[in-house]
T-cell receptor
Framework: KAGVTQTPRYLIKTRGQQVTLSCSPI?????VSWYQQTPGQGLQFLFE???????NKGNFPGRFSGRQFSNSRSEMNVSTLELGDSALYLC???????????FGSGTRLTVV | KQEVTQIPAALSVPEGENLVLNCSFT??????LQWFRQDPGKGLTSLLL?????REQTSGRLNASLDKSSGRSTLYIAASQPGDSATYLC?????????????FGKGTTLSVSS
């Protein structure tokens, strides 16, 4: 059974640009959540989608947005990139709320 | 606000030792607690999931316990091997905290020497 797939694996962007990251959950999983991991802050929750609806949102500025499609695939967008957005972005999928999460390998974003 | 703490932050042991990693959380109202392993630069691999109604889960050399009332979980690793070297993360799915999915501790970085 295929795992959670995140693309691309690596990205280098310039300050002020925007970026879109993609996540394909495990087949049948309708919940997708996104996390940012940095050495200083650890893993921080960005947002969670369930059946195309944003269910929860973490404490991040409006430059961070996301969406989920009818096939449960999700995208995350960051506009007006800042140096501090450099991080490993992880996506996780779950069957439903309260079940365990399976994570993808992440997208390493570097902003220069 | 739910907070998760992991102690110690780093641990070095010789191969073959049994060891315990600790995780504590401030709000006992949780759906579940999940232990993950992360290798450098990689994603998270789920090790064990304990539902709030359970006391422990076992998988191979790993055993995780949950004491919800005291807000504690331990991950026991038996007969450690160099391949166990990684960062171990504890995360809770909180019942009360709207706006979050999983809340993570900072992790324990384990180094097992041969």
């Amino acid at each position: 059974k295929a795992g959670v797939t995140q693309t691309p694996r690596y990205l280098i962007k310039t300050r002020g640009q925007q970026v879109t990251l993609s996540c394909s959950p495990i087949s049948g999983h309708r919940s997708v959540s996104w996390y940012q991991q940095t050495p200083g802050q650890g893993l921080q929750f960005l947002f969670e989608y369930f059946s195309e609806t944003q269910r929860n949102k973490g404490n991040f500025p409006g430059r961070f947005s996301g969406r989920q499609f009818s096939n449960s695939r999700s995208e995350m967008n960051v506009s007006t990139l800042e140096l501090g957005d450099s991080a490993l972005y992880l996506c996780a999928s779950s069957l439903e709320q309260g079940r365990g999460y399976t994570f993808g390998s992440g997208t390493r974003l570097t902003v220069v | 606000k739910q907070e998760v703490t992991q102690i110690p932050a780093a641990l070095s042991v010789p191969e073959g030792e049994n060891l315990v990693l600790n995780c504590s959380f401030t709000d006992s109202a949780i759906y579940n607690l999940q232990w993950f392993r992360q290798d450098p630069g990689k994603g998270l691999t789920s090790l064990l999931l304990i539902q709030s109604s359970q006391r422990e889960q076992t998988s191979g050399r790993l055993n995780a316990s949950l004491d919800k009332s005291s807000g504690r979980s331990t991950l026991y690793i038996a007969a450690s091997q160099p391949g166990d070297s990684a960062t171990y993360l504890c995360a809770v799915r909180s019942l009360n905290q709207a706006g979050t999915a999983l809340i993570f501790g900072k992790g324990t970085t384990l180094s097992v020497s041969s």
